[in-house]
């Protein structure tokens, strides 16, 4: 076997994937694992160069958006692993691609898989890796202290060996443990130490890490800074070819614009980020951007095309067993049936909301489901009450955030201020 050639190969496609020509890398890639087909046990530094090819092609074809085939790849490149490292490599990418995928049970399995592997031969990337990959797993499923507590260690390990993408990646997912614990403030502050490694790191996490900020700043009510960092990384995504990213990206922006009173605009933008990240299998995006869409939908007054929108969300969520997104359906639904004066029907909605939401945790929803109630309160004193419920919820969104600037912020935000004005 040519192994010069073999090597030139993998340079040639790893090139072209650097400079964005995914193509020619693809085709790079498969012209390696066609010719390297078959190795013998002698094979070693040309069974080397094949597991490079199966990790790079995996990683390019999920960047494309395509995560099943990337898991095909993935799952190769486990049984062809010749050596712990790669073995304790390909577990940690299939746990990634899991995760992805809102299989967490299965992630957490790989990783689990990995990190005992990783341990037992004192692998220190990889037992980083395996916690980096726990930690945003435990968090997706609720169980934010542990964690936060799991990137933690992630973090101490690669600050220990040097790794500054390792290290953004778990300031990245710090930031979004601590976005779920409610403290916006130190959420941002780990996104931007997050960013600032990023720009060093690539485009792609650079996005990633603008995409994070913004949200937060969606959380503060100030839909201008969201945007702003929305903009930025959408930019980056489209002039670099990062369709994977593009969904969610759409969807913010969307979101940005429609709370911004541009509502046309907005409405746009959400329907890209649906078309794609349905193209894409990104079921939180999906449910995420109808969500979003079917609110844009009362606001211009087209009740049929909002009910659509939130029955397709309410379809989704109860097949995926999704209460957050369950709850939003409802509140959705109850918002078209304001809209046609149907209020009797729009309290019954919200309070099946109401009972999800608080199952679920979810407080944002929670407020404005009561701020909802108290518009179509049967007399003053009710909706008094329910303004009151509301604000009390407020208050305790506010409490967490330390930074007295950002607290004050987000309690003078016109939504948050018309509620805590009407329950004095």
């Known amino acids: 076997m040519d192994l010069a050639s073999l090597q030139e190969t993998l340079e040639s496609a790893r090139s072209a994937q650097a400079a964005q020509d995914y193509d020619r890398a693809l085709a790079g890639y498969d012209r390696l694992l066609a010719r390297s087909e078959g190795l013998g046990v002698d094979d070693t530094e040309a069974r080397e160069l094949r597991l490079a090819a199966l990790r790079e092609r995996s990683r390019l074809v999920e960047l494309q958006g395509d995560p099943e085939e990337a898991l095909r790849g993935l799952e190769q490149y486990y049984l062809e692993a010749g050596s712990s490292e790669h073995a304790v490599e390909a577990l940690n990418l299939i746990g990634d691609l899991h995760d992805g995928l809102g299989q967490e049970r299965r992630a957490l399995a790989a990783y689990e898989e990995a990190l005992a592997l990783a341990e037992a031969f004192n692998y220190t990337p990889g037992r980083a890796k395996a916690l980096l990959g726990a930690g945003l797993t435990w968090h997706h499923l609720g169980r934010t202290e542990e964690g936060i507590s799991q990137l933690q260690k992630a973090l101490a390990l690669l600050e220990q060996i040097g790794d500054e993408a390792g290290q953004m990646r778990a300031t990245n997912r710090l930031g979004i443990a601590y976005v779920q614990a409610g403290q916006v403030d130190k959420a941002i502050d780990w996104f931007e130490k997050s960013l600032v490694l990023a720009r060093n790191v690539g485009v792609r996490e650079t996005a990633i890490d603008l995409n994070n900020i913004g949200e937060c700043y969606q959380l503060l009510f100030n839909s201008e800074q969201a945007l702003a960092h929305h903009q930025e990384a959408y930019a980056l995504a489209q002039s670099t070819g990062l369709r994977s990213a593009l969904p969610d990206l759409a969807r913010n922006l969307g979101y940005d614009l429609f709370h911004l009173g541009q509502v046309e605009k907005g409405v746009g933008y959400l329907e890209v980020a649906l078309r794609l990240a349905t193209e894409m299998s990104q079921h939180d995006v999906r449910m995420q951007a109808l969500y979003t869409l079917a609110q844009a939908e009362v606001r211009r007054g087209k009740a049929a095309e909002a009910r659509q929108y939130a029955q397709q969300l309410q379809q989704l969520a109860q097949e995926r067993d999704y209460r957050v997104y369950q709850a939003e359906a409802l509140y959705a639904l109850g918002l078209v049936e304001q809209l046609e004066k149907n209020d009797d029907m729009a309290e019954q909605r919200w309070?099946?909301?109401?009972?999800?939401?608080?199952?679920?945790?979810?407080?944002?929803?929670?407020?404005?489901?009561?701020?909802?109630?108290?518009?179509?309160?049967?007399?003053?004193?009710?909706?008094?009450?329910?303004?009151?419920?509301?604000?009390?919820?407020?208050?305790?969104?506010?409490?967490?955030?330390?930074?007295?600037?950002?607290?004050?912020?987000?309690?003078?935000?016109?939504?948050?201020?018309?509620?805590l004005e009407h329950s004095g």
């Open 351 to 419: 309070q099946e909301a109401l009972f999800l939401a608080h199952e679920a945790g979810r407080q944002y929803l929670l407020w404005q489901v009561h701020a909802s109630l108290a518009e179509i309160a049967a007399n003053a004193g009710l909706a008094r009450v329910h303004y009151q419920i509301a604000a009390e919820i407020i208050n305790q969104i506010a409490y967490p955030i330390e930074d007295e600037a950002v607290r004050a912020a987000f309690l003078s935000a016109a939504p948050v201020k018309r509620i």
